[in-house]
């Protein structure tokens, strides 16, 4: 999947996965936009009328991602705020059953791991879909963020010569290898931390015929990646994308998933039928053909690392992407 940013929104034709919403009475067409001051948490219109509000859980990304939808959907006239650390994914399922939020954003194959744990969809395709039947009733998705990929990676050092760029390429050598495996807690809280044999082995063995005989786990990141480079082990996996480290991922050569051993896991919205209408479904949806894996660890990197204001740092990105 594809990190590069695309410079045009995506035709308006992108197809909607929800059943066609009701539109909405416009607010009054003397309704001012203004733009989101640095340390403000609510943005939209100026004046009276309903406030749809954005739900974020406990984590840097899912806040970042809930102001990215937040003020683009200020951008049609909606009146818009962010309320963030809802909790886990429970929390703002709840939240939203209880009207309490509009809609928040979540990643696709971990809510469908999340919602139903038979499912065997794995690549774009089969998930999405599966995605929108396994939704409780009365809650929708909309577009996914295909220029996103947040599935587990695995990674060599990039000094380490001799391996290949491809998992697809790797089966012969895995027994011969010593993987270490991640299971601490994923930098967004909302992830849940790999568990070695279901998520990794299995998964390997099934898709790529790469059996693992010498796997090692790690608590941390760090003790991963110290393994990883002092020798002790060849290939390492992570619960992400390596560019979501403090550090970007520095020193770290990820091995490609083309047969998406690792279920699809994109950025989507999730929401109660008929909380937009159709423009503002419209907005979103150009939102999910402009986003990127590089943009959202970018501006990730820039609340969490930086100590930037969360809603500063979407509006200028909103505004890089004419949204």
Same mark, same amino acid.
């Given at each position: 999947?594809?990190?590069? @940013? ?11 996965? *929800?059943?066609? +919403? ?8 003397? +309704? ?22 954005? =739900? ?9 991602? /809930? ?29 939203? @059953? ?5 809609? #928040? ?6 809510? +469908?791991?999340?919602?139903? *744990? ?19 009733? =009365? ?7 295909? =220029? ?7 990674? /060599? ?9 491809? +998992? ?39 898709? %790529? ?8 786990? #790690?608590?941390? @990141?760090? @003790? ?11 290939? /390492? ?13 520095? =020193? ?7 047969? %998406?051993? #690792? ?22 949806? %150009? ?9 959202? /660890? ?26």
């Amino acid at each position: 999947m594809s990190g590069t @940013d695309s410079s045009a929104p995506r035709a308006l034709g992108r197809r909607v996965r *929800s059943l066609r +919403l009701a539109r909405r009475p416009r607010l009054g067409s003397a +309704l001012l936009v203004v733009a989101v001051a640095a340390a403000a948490v609510a943005c939209g219109s100026s004046g009276t009328g309903p406030v749809l509000t954005v =739900g974020a859980g406990n984590s840097v990304e899912s806040m970042m991602i /809930a102001e990215i939808y937040a003020g683009a959907l200020a951008r049609t006239g909606l009146r818009t705020r962010v309320e963030d650390r809802i909790g886990q994914r429970t929390d703002l399922l709840a939240a939203l @059953d209880a009207d309490r939020i509009a809609l #928040f954003g979540d990643v696709s194959g971990d809510l +469908l791991t999340a919602l139903d *744990s038979t499912a065997t969809a794995t690549k774009p395709d089969e998930v999405n879909p599966a995605l929108s039947k396994a939704l409780p009733e =009365g809650v929708v998705d909309s577009d996914a963020a295909d =220029g996103t990929d947040l599935r587990p990676t695995v990674v /060599a050092a990039a000094r380490l010569d001799g391996l290949p760029s491809s +998992l697809k390429d790797l089966g012969a050598r895995c027994a011969e290898l010593i993987i270490g495996i991640d299971t601490g807690s994923p930098l967004d809280a909302l992830r849940a931390p790999l568990d070695p044999q279901r998520d990794v082995l299995d998964p390997l063995r099934t898709v %790529y015929h790469c059996a693992i005989t010498h796997p090692v786990t #790690f608590d941390t @990141d760090a @003790d991963l990646r110290k393994a990883l480079s002092d020798g002790e082990i060849q290939l /390492a996996v992570l619960p992400g994308p390596p560019a979501f480290l403090p550090d970007g991922g520095a =020193g770290l050569a990820p091995l490609a998933d083309p047969d %998406y051993a #690792f279920r699809a896991a994109m950025v989507l919205p999730v929401m109660r039928k008929s909380a937009l209408t159709d423009q503002q479904l419209r907005k979103l949806n %150009y939102v999910a053909g402009e986003l990127t894996t590089t943009d959202l /660890a970018d501006m990730i990197h820039q609340v969490r690392d930086q100590g930037a204001v969360p809603a500063a740092v979407a509006r200028v990105w909103l505004d890089a992407h004419a949204l």
